[in-house]
């Protein structure tokens, strides 16, 4: 079945830098990558999502790049905010089902 | 709010114990996915249920089942529960070629 790492696992960075999360999967039968935000207590919100045939999608602040080769993929967030602290996931979906990373706890220090 | 209601939010249970958890899809979402997240961990898929059936099925014993009715709604039942059952329980929504909504979650405790 599909294995994702992810990496670092707790990230601290000073407001206003930028932040990157890096994912890694194990099946190249995935073809839909989505990074959530987990605040504590609260549901996984979907930031951003990445299909298989496309490379890098942007969002304001948040962009995502696929490499399909490589089987990675990864959360750049610019300009960092506090608001931006949070637990981020990525998941890859194979089939049916996402698998997620283990989180990465995010802090951004004023 | 994001469309996809779950309830309880909070349940706390005495082991050997069964628990019903509920979930109520987003408006236009036909497919309801269970995930378990144990604290500072990721989700895990639990089941997908499409159509009324179990589509897929994750790394969990026959303890734990489900159930989708006609108008998407579904179930998640847990019987002779464990220590180690208690977790924050998802339900997402989904349709083809939509991306998938989480709930709120339940909050299960098993003492």
């Known amino acids: 079945g599909e294995n994702v790492e992810q990496h670092p696992s707790t990230l601290s960075v000073q407001e206003g830098d930028s932040a990157v999360i890096k994912c890694t999967y194990s099946?190249?039968?995935?073809?839909?990558f989505p990074w959530y935000k987990q605040e504590l207590g609260k549901r996984p919100q979907l930031i951003i999502d990445?299909?298989?045939?496309?490379g890098e999608k942007k969002d304001q602040r948040i962009a995502v790049t696929l490499n399909k080769t490589a089987k990675h993929f990864s959360l750049h967030i610019t300009e960092t905010q506090p608001e931006d602290s949070a637990v981020y996931f990525c998941?890859?979906?194979?089939?049916?089902?996402?698998?997620f990373g283990t989180g990465t706890q995010l802090k951004v220090e004023l | 709010d994001a469309g996809v209601t779950q309830s309880p939010t909070h349940l706390i249970k005495t082991r050997g114990q069964q628990v019903t958890l509920r979930c109520s899809p987003k408006s236009g979402h036909d497919t309801v996915s269970w995930y378990q997240q144990a604290l500072g961990q990721g989700p895990q898929f639990i089941f997908q249920y499409y159509e009324e059936e179990e589509r897929q099925r994750g790394n969990f014993p026959d303890r734990f089942s489900g159930h989708q009715f006609p108008n998407y709604s579904s179930e998640l039942n847990v019987n002779a529960l464990l220590l180690g059952d208690s977790a924050l329980y998802l339900c997402?929504?989904?349709?083809?070629?939509?991306?998938?909504?989480f709930g709120s979650g339940t909050r299960l405790t098993v003492v």
């Open positions: 998941a890859a979906r194979d089939f049916n089902k996402l698998t």
């Open positions: 997402a929504s989904s349709s083809v070629g939509q991306g998938y909504t």
């Open positions: 990445i299909r298989s045939n496309v």
């Open positions: 099946d190249s039968a995935s073809n839909y």
